[in-house]
């Protein structure tokens, strides 16, 4: 009894969620059909969900969202790689955190894509244009949550260090960082999310790669149930990076 | 009582004192001005002696502790450990600190294995003398659970057990019983008094516990209340080996008796000056 009260607590956000979604689209076919909507800019629902089939096959759906993962993966490694150790270098040096975090702060609300015809001219239109624009969107959100993180270390746990007597590397990386990682991994979340929103921006601008080169095409040849049907994919794959990376920090935060 | 013979004559061939405070002040700037937390405090402690400082909240305990651990740089006075000034976190001390210590991240034994780690320890010989600690406050079982999975006196347990497998020549420690209660405060207690004859260790505990002060101490430094002076030094005369059961003994009951009436003088002032500040 109490366990039905409790899973369907927890479902009928949900379900309430997905009814609001499926009245909304039947409304907007309702309105096409009776012609109160432009069916050549709006194609009607049933056609765009009826489109996926073909998307997945002659269109190879999967490739080009394995292609869009692929260089998501790849920014992501390197904003690992780089995000991390500048955010704590950043903090460890308190003039080059003053003089640069505010820089830091205005690039993370800035609309960065539109510094795409920068990386074409020096990269060409390649996968490693994309990739760099999803690392230097990525890039400031992670860089300060790792300032943040590290700045929210509890001064007891520092305290324990310095009684054991660890040095400034053993600090780092046996108090600090591990402190850290959940502010850390917040910040790898809003990463991953602007690096994604980039990479298919640039894709779609650059007419070449995964999912935005997809959108870009089918926009071309006005196949209007094809390309929305693309951005609601885009969407739903959103969705669900969204999603596991919650799921994930959770778990991480239970950890701490 | 302050005459009475000492129980514990140093040692020969041992310096008299392992630790030593000469006039520790130490003074924070506040909103409302300076204030003297810690006043010109000087007292000696010998090798294998168990001293405790008591006195109100606020009174500056926590101070004195950070200034001898060597974590507060800036404070007038000295403190000395086996001769050598202290400038900074000293090899001998051990501290197991008032606020929640323990490493959210790591396991109840990967805690308590975190100085053997430092110190490259081998790790078969780690896990051994961390269960060894973690069975001695009573955490046996709860070697893989992280600490948001053990109430706040097992955490502390957990804290206790960590700088006692450093097996550190100075015990101190900041009110570490406090969030335990009554019951295993006096067997954990037990414990502790234990492994400190066995190991002789000099050990410092803070505490604004008398029955816990007198159970477990040769001496007790009395402090007062803003500013937060030495009041008094008490020896305390009762047989050794002790255990929790001393607590009915009459004896105990007069030295608790004795101290109380130190302190109430101390706290009522303490009260009365953060109501008038209110
Ligand atoms: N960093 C600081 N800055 C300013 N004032 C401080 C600071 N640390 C402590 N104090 C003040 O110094 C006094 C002594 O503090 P301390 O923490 O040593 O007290 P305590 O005796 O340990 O109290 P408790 O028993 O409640 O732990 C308090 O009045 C406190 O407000
Ligand atoms: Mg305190």
Redesign the interface.
Known sequence: MRAMAASSARFLPAAFGLFCLLCGVAIVEGMLRAGLLNRFIVPLPTEVIDSFGRLFGDEQLLARFLTTVQETFYAMAILAVIGIPVGTLLYQVPVLRKATETWISALASAPIVLMYPLFLVIFGRSPATIIVMGVIAGLPPLILKTIEGLSGT????I??G?????TRV?MLT??ML??A?PTIFVGLRLALIFALINIVGVEFLINFGGLGQLINDLAERYDMPGMYATIVFVILVSVLFFFVTERLERWLR??? | MNQTPQSTAPMAGQLPHVLSADNVTKKFDTAEGPLVAVDNISFDVRPGEFLSVIGPSGCGKSTLF?II???TPDHDGTITVDGEVVR??H?S???V?Q???T????TVIDNVC??L??ANVPKAERLDKARHFINLVGLSGFENR?P?ELSGGMRQRVAIARTLV?QPKILLMDEPFAALDEQTRLLLGDKVLQIQQELKQTTLLITHNITEAVQLSDRILVMTYRPGKLKRIVDIDLPRPRTSDVVSSPAFGAYVAKIWGDLREEASRGMAESERAR
Not at chain 1, 162 to 166: G, I, P
Not at chain 2, 103 to 106: A, E, K, L, N
């Open positions: 509890r001064q007891s746990l305290n324990v310095r009684s054991f007597r660890l053993q046996k108090i591990p402190a990682l239970r950890m701490s | 950070n651990g060597g974590l900074g976190p090899p001390i051990g501290m600190f606020e929640e210590s490493f959210p991240w790591r975190f100085p780690e430092i992280h948001s450093s």
